[in-house]
């Protein structure tokens, strides 16, 4: 398989993902819905060839990345007006690192596979530190063989490359994912907020609580965003909102505030935090639910 590549999405982690591509010697072409938009910009200073459509960026390409928003948008992109699945090159592979859920990778292996393409859902953790630095946490579903052909895409991106099983297996492990960050973010604001009540500087919660059986990812990385009053997403309350959604819709029931009450709780927190600040709490990043506990 040859390195030409294709980037649809270059929002806050995918214009990070297609630069390392680059830096790593793929030739890789990208699109994205917004022109102009300054994560796109630099991936084109580290390589990345803008393309003004997404036909455009697939035209050729043997691998075909996909870092869009929710499920409505990676399927009006492949199927509706603009049918970039059918400008792909037959016998391509189309790996989606968005997180769309399960059920939607099935969907879209189906459909793929109808056209003569391969598919890989492959969602990612790490946020944008990750993304920047090739660090990410990547969790894949599909056929084996697609996997091994592009785990050095993977490797391009991530750290920890896991191959989880069936089609729509990597998007599974993304929302047990979801459900530990999110959890895990009540946890860190309400030990934040009983420090505050208790006299003690919520610093000591970073770096005292942080190396012992309490430490995590989130505490030692936006727990010190929390501190410094800085709110700006590296992963949108919007965007873990929808994967919430995305958990309950995996389930049968279609709810989590029975079978789930702990992620219930971080979605409802996450709902305060949002529209603490109206139209644009949304686009916080998720550390932002310290301002439900404020």
């Known amino acids: 398989m040859n390195k030409t590549t294709a980037f649809l999405g270059l929002g806050i982690m995918g214009g990070s993902m297609a630069a390392n591509l680059a830096r790593h010697g793929f030739e890789v072409k990208g699109w994205n819905r917004t022109p102009g938009r300054q994560s796109a910009l630099r991936a084109a200073q580290s390589g990345v060839e803008l393309k003004e459509t997404a036909a455009d960026a697939v035209a050729g390409a043997q691998v075909v990345f996909i870092c869009l928003t929710d499920?409505?948008?990676?399927?009006?992109?492949?199927?509706?007006?603009?049918?970039?699945?059918?400008?792909?090159?037959?016998?391509?592979?189309?790996?989606?690192?968005?997180?769309?859920?399960?059920?939607?990778?099935?969907?879209?292996?189906?459909?793929?596979?109808?056209?003569?393409?391969?598919?890989?859902?492959?969602?990612?953790?790490?946020?944008?530190?990750?993304?920047?630095?090739?660090?990410?946490?990547?969790?894949?579903?599909?056929?084996?063989?697609?996997f091994n052909q592009c785990r050095p895409w993977f490797e391009a991106m991530g750290k920890n490359i896991r191959y989880c099983g069936h089609s729509g297996a990597g998007q599974a492990v993304k929302l047990c994912n979801q459900i530990l960050c999110a959890v895990n973010m009540v946890a860190i604001c309400e030990a934040f907020h009983l420090a505050e009540s208790l006299d003690i500087d919520p610093k000591l919660v970073v770096e005292v609580c942080g190396t012992g059986a309490a430490g995590s990812w989130a505490l030692s990385n936006l727990g010190p965003r929390i501190l410094r009053g800085d709110l700006g997403p590296g992963f949108k309350i919007k965007d873990m909102l929808k994967d919430l959604r995305l958990v309950g819709e995996a389930l049968?029931?279609?709810?989590?505030?029975?079978?789930?009450?702990?992620?219930?709780?971080?979605?409802?927190?996450?709902?305060?935090?949002?529209?603490?600040?109206?139209?644009?709490?949304?686009?916080?990043?998720?550390?932002?639910?310290?301002?439900?506990?404020?």
Request: charge should be negative; aromatic fraction near 4%; include cysteine.
């Open 71 to 146: 499920v409505q948008d990676i399927e009006q992109a492949l199927f509706g007006e603009r049918a970039i699945a059918k400008a792909i090159d037959k016998g391509a592979l189309v790996v989606d690192m968005s997180t769309t859920g399960p059920a939607c990778a099935r969907d879209l292996s189906t459909k793929l596979n109808a056209l003569g393409l391969r598919f890989l859902d492959a969602p990612v953790s790490g946020g944008d530190v990750g993304a920047r630095e090739g660090t990410l946490t990547i969790m894949v579903g599909g056929a084996e063989d697609d």
């Open 252 to 294: 049968s029931n279609g709810t989590t505030k029975d079978i789930l009450p702990g992620t219930t709780l971080a979605a409802e927190k996450f709902v305060t935090a949002r529209d603490c600040d109206g139209t644009n709490g949304g686009d916080q990043g998720t550390q932002a639910m310290i301002s439900a506990y404020r």
